[in-house]
C-alpha cells in the first residue's frame, strides 16, 4: 500500500520553492500518489492578473527537474496562506503537505511566525518541511534512495516508523531506524568511574535494540529490511548528525503535536529537528478518520509536464 495518495506542494514562488516541489515530485514519484501544486495569492486577485499568476505558475511547474510525465494539477486561491493551506488539505483528503521552511534570526522568531510553523503546527495531516537548501543528489528518476527515521519507542513510535517503512517500501529505499538514548538516561548524578559509565551505555544500548528489533517486526514486512542505529546524546542533534553521516534525503520523525489554551505546540523534538536539519524533515502525524467526509467537488486543473 502507498504511504501517501494526495500531496499537496504549497508554493509562494520564493527561493524554497524549486526545493519544496522537487520534493515533492520526489515522493509522489516514490509512492505514485496525486500531486497537486497550491498557491496561495495575498492580496485576492482576478481577472487578467490571475490569468497571468496561473500562467507563471504552470510555466513553473513544467521546469521542474525530475517531473517527468507526472500528472501534476495546480490550484489558485486567494486568502490567508495558512488558513487556505490548511483548509484546502482538510477539503481534498490531503495525506502529506509539503511546505518550504525558513530559519528566522532570535528577534524575527519572537516577533514573526512564518506560514511553514503555523501549518507544520496545525496541519492534521502528514507534513514535509523543506529548507532553503538544495535537495540532496538522488538517482536517476528522482526517487528517494535513502531514509532515516528516529524513534523514541513511545507507544506513537510504530505509526511512526509504519509511515516510513511503507514509504522505503513502496521507493525501494534504504531505510535507517533511528533511537537516541538522552544524556539524563546515562549520566549519573554523581561521580563513577569511567567503565561503569561505559557498562551503563552497553546494558541500555542492549536494551534500546531488542525494543528496536520487536518493533520493526511489527511494522516491516518479509519484502524490506531496515538498519538500525542506536546513539547517545541530545536528540536532535544526534538525529541531525546521523542523517548527515547515512547520505539520508529524508528524515522522518514524529510530530508529537499537543494544546494548550486553544494553541497547537509541536513537540520539542521535532521542532529542534526541523530548525537544525538541512534535509527534508517528514513529521509523521496520522490523519484523523472521520465519518462522513468528502472531498470538494471542485477539482483541481491539470497540468501537464513535459
Not at 16 to 26: G, Q, W
Amino acid at each position: 500500500m502507498a504511504s501517501f495518495r494526495h500531496i499537496v506542494a504549497a508554493l509562494d514562488l520564493s527561493r524554497s520553492s524549486a526545493h519544496v516541489l522537487s520534493e515533492a515530485v520526489a515522493v509522489a514519484r516514490s509512492c505514485g500518489a496525486r500531486l497537486t501544486v497550491l498557491h496561495v495569492a495575498t492580496p485576492p486577485i482576478d481577472g487578467e492578473v490571475r490569468d497571468d499568476l496561473r500562467e507563471l505558475l504552470a510555466d513553473f511547474i513544467s521546469e521542474a527537474p525530475a517531473a517527468g510525465a507526472l500528472p501534476i494539477h495546480l490550484d489558485l486561491v486567494a486568502g490567508d496562506p495558512g488558513r487556505e493551506i490548511l483548509s484546502f488539505a482538510a477539503a481534498h483528503e490531503v495525506d502529506l503537505i509539503v511546505i518550504g521552511r525558513r530559519h528566522h534570526g532570535v528577534v524575527d522568531r519572537l516577533l514573526l511566525e512564518s506560514v511553514g510553523e503555523i501549518v507544520t503546527r496545525q496541519a492534521r495531516c502528514a507534513v514535509l518541511s523543506v529548507g532553503v537548501e538544495p535537495p540532496a543528489r538522488r538517482p536517476a528518476g528522482g526517487v528517494l534512495s535513502d531514509i532515516l527515521c528516529a524513534v523514541d519507542l513511545t507507544d506513537t513510535s510504530g505509526e511512526t516508523l509504519d509511515l516510513a517503512s511503507n514509504l522505503a517500501l513502496t521507493a525501494s529505499a534504504r531505510l535507517t531506524v533511528l533511537h537516541v538514548i538522552d544524556p539524563s538516561r546515562w549520566k549519573p548524578p554523581l561521580p563513577v568511574a569511567p567503565e561503569e559509565v561505559e557498562a551503563m551505555q552497553n546494558t541500555l544500548a542492549a536494551e534500546a535494540y531488542e525494543r528496536l528489533a520487536i518493533l520493526l517486526s511489527r511494522s516491516l514486512t518479509a519484502e524490506h529490511r531496515a538498519d538500525t542505529l542506536v546513539s547517545f546524546g541530545l536528540v536532535p542533534n544526534q538525529i541531525v548528525g546521523a542523517a548527515s553521516a547515512a547520505g539520508a534525503q529524508l528524515l522522518v520523525v514524529g510530530a508529537h503535536s499537543r494544546r494548550f489554551l486553544g494553541h497547537t505546540f509541536l513537540g520539542s523534538t521535532a521542532r529542534e529537528v526541523v530548525r537544525l536539519a538541512l534535509r527534508p524533515v517528514l513529521l509523521a502525524r496520522p490523519a484523523p478518520k472521520e465519518a462522513g467526509a468528502r472531498t470538494s467537488d471542485r477539482p483541481s486543473e491539470p497540468v501537464a509536464v513535459h
